[in-house]
């Protein structure tokens, strides 16, 4: 069953600015452009305006995504992905971009899309503050804790123990 859209105030800072458009109908993102041309060199990165603010439904957010094509084919992420816009903001969302591409620079024209907008409904929750928390099976365990992670060899890593720096994956592959 569909479930009907849910209708979102939009207000274009740039006149001239395309709205945000789903490229397909079930799509999770609409796209978002840029409303000012921009080169990043390789590590650069800055913030770009969309042209456009909303107003959200009280228990929505909407939150700015990379866009896949971009990160594949030229490197850039989100450097705060996802980026969290509030239902009570009112100011021209913004999207701040990095060129991860260690060599090239990255130009983006006016009205190119960079980043997809998703909308979702959000839980307020209230926090109660409690001495010890309920068991689970999990417990503490994380960052890995599950192991068989990264599938490369000499991949720097997060593990430093031991005197090097390097992915400890050879291990988790053994027992395979
Ligand atoms: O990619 C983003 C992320 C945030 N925002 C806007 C909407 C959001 O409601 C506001 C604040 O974002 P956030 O709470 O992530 O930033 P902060 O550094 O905590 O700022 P603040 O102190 O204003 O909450 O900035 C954007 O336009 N683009
Ligand atoms: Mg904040």
């Known amino acids: 069953m569909t479930r009907p859209p849910v209708d979102v105030l939009i207000r274009r800072v740039d006149p001239d600015v395309p709205l945000p458009a789903y490229g397909h109908p079930g799509d ?11 080169e990043l ?21 909407a939150f700015v995504h990379p866009r896949s094509g ?32 260690p060599r090239e620079t990255v130009r983006f024209e006016r009205f190119d899309r960079i980043a997809q907008l998703v909308v979702q409904q959000v839980e307020k929750v209230r926090f109660h503050e409690v ?17 068989g992670h990264a599938a490369v060899d000499g991949v720097r890593g997060g593990n430093t123990q031991g005197g090097n720096s390097y992915a400890s994956v050879v291990s988790d592959r053994e027992g395979q």
Not at 41 to 61: F, N, Q, W
Not at 72 to 94: H, S
Not at 131 to 147: I, M, Q, Y
Request: glycine share 16%; charged share 15%.
């Open 28 to 38: 999770a993102g609409a796209d978002l452009v840029t409303t000012e041309a921009a």
């Open 70 to 101: 971009l990160a594949a084919r030229c490197g850039v992420a989100l450097v705060n992905a996802p980026g969290t816009v509030d239902a009570g903001y009112r100011g021209e969302i913004k999207v701040i971009v990095v060129n991860l591409d």
């Open 41 to 61: 060199a390789p590590g650069e990165r800055t913030v770009l305006p969309t042209g456009v603010s909303i107003a959200l439904p009280d228990g929505y957010a």
């Open 131 to 147: 001495a010890e928390l309920p068991g689970s099976a999990r417990a503490e365990g994380g960052f890995g804790s599950t192991g």
